[in-house]
């Protein structure tokens, strides 16, 4: 079965209590480079650690990140920037493929909104290639593009073309109840392989074999319109470039549309400003979403109780974290939507927004149908 993305990180997203270190680490291709950050990631980690730990506590802690400093093997795998995440029962090393600034973070949960960025910019996809006698199954994003399996189809694909006019009305039956017996069995299959993941499906090949297909797939996410009239493996990747230019335009448009939201909200007074207010409105479970600017970072604590917040004036010790990070957190553990953005993308430049449940339907509608009109006008 497929795992996600989104289900590979969750245990980073949704981790809490207990001392965790996050590094994010810039990879420019220099080996030298990447180790001064790791010692300087090292340096900031011990600085932290030595109000919350004994030397040897903290000797143990550091031990994974220390042995990075003698260990190229993982740094040369790493094609994209690094992510560092260690709490006191795991250490995980992630491949970052999006801009990020080197940083070091030592608080009750770990940083993620530049794992929320990768997220929200990043969707992966299902690619099904057809052949005339075999199927092939990718998985991709847009930094990666990978078969997870293939199957052979029985005999009669390769013979379907051929043949004659002149075959028996019960052969050309027999022919077509086999056909759709197979792509019965093709719908199984990727029904099994997406229950823990459920990625846009695009499909390749031949048209007839295209339309047979679509007759028997009842994947939810299977995109209609195929994405070429011809396969081989040769030219997959093609597919796969041409996926991400329609993926990565509607996550623009997914963006716009959710900072129109925003926008409407804020116009209409429908929408909390107030970081404190928020912050009780999170933890009463009552956000429905919330826009962050992953720019700057509020550091602070919340009361997990009553949503009251202390705000300082800079990172105090190894129990202040990020407000901002903090609050996404819970409102993704709560089911609610997280939009991180830029902050002069957020209206009037703020670096919080909330949209509460009461008033997200009734939005979401009304910039529905504005979004379609805006875009009837550019079209």
């Known amino acids: 079965m497929l795992t996600s993305k989104q289900t590979t990180l969750k245990p980073l997203l949704e ?4 001392i965790h270190l996050t590094a994010y680490l810039v990879n ?52 994209g920037n690094i992510g560092i995440f260690r709490n006191e ?103 099994e392989l997406t229950k823990n993941s459920k990625p846009n499906l695009f499909i390749a090949g031949e048209p007839s074999l295209v ?33 991400r230019k329609i993926l990565k335009a509607e996550s ?9 939201e925003f926008r409407f909200a804020e116009e209409g007074n429908r929408v909390k400003k107030n970081i404190f207010q928020i912050s009780k409105a999170v933890v009463q479970g009552k956000v429905r979403k919330l826009i962050v600017t992953d720019e700057i970072n509020i550091f602070g604590k919340i009361n997990h109780k009553s949503g009251g917040i202390a705000i300082h004036p800079y990172d105090q010790d190894h129990e202040d974290d990020c407000i901002l990070d903090d609050l996404a957190q819970m409102v993704l553990s709560q089911g609610g939507e997280v939009i991180i953005a830029k902050r002069d993308q957020i209206p009037k430049g703020r670096p919080i927004l909330a949209i509460l449940e009461d008033d997200g339907l009734a939005l979401e509608k009304t910039v529905e149908l504005q979004y379609e009109v805006h875009q009837e006008r550019f079209t």
Not at 15 to 18: E, H, L, R, T
Not at 129 to 153: N, P, R, T
Not at 252 to 260: H, P, R
Request: aromatic share 10%.
């Open 28 to 79: 420019r291709g220099d080996m030298i480079d990447l180790k001064s950050q790791l010692r300087t990631t090292i340096d900031e980690a011990c600085e932290w650690l030595n109000a919350a730990m004994s030397p040897d506590e903290r000797n143990k802690f550091l031990e994974p990140l220390d042995s990075l400093l003698n260990d190229d093997r993982i740094f040369i795998q790493m094609k």
């Open 211 to 243: 339309q047979s297909l679509s007759r028997s797939l009842s994947y939810k996410k299977a995109v209609k319109t195929p994405i070429s009239n011809s396969f081989s493996k040769e030219n997959a990747s093609e597919s796969a470039q041409n996926i």
């Open 89 to 191: 029962d795991s250490f995980r090393i992630l491949n970052i493929p999006i801009d990020i600034e080197q940083s070091c973070q030592v608080a009750t949960s770990f940083h993620v909104k530049p794992l929320l960025r990768w997220l929200q910019g990043d969707q992966e996809f299902l690619f099904l290639g057809l052949e005339k006698d075999s199927a092939h199954l990718y998985l991709g994003s847009q930094d990666s593009f990978k078969m997870v399996d293939s199957i052979l189809f029985p005999e009669f694909f390769k013979v379907r073309d051929s043949l004659s006019d002149y075959m028996s009305l019960k052969a050309a039956r027999q022919n077509k109840m086999k056909e759709t017996e197979t792509f019965s069995w093709v719908n199984d299959w990727i029904l």
């Open 15 to 18: 981790s809490k209590d207990g």
């Open 252 to 260: 623009k448009m997914s963006l716009e549309k959710a900072l129109l």
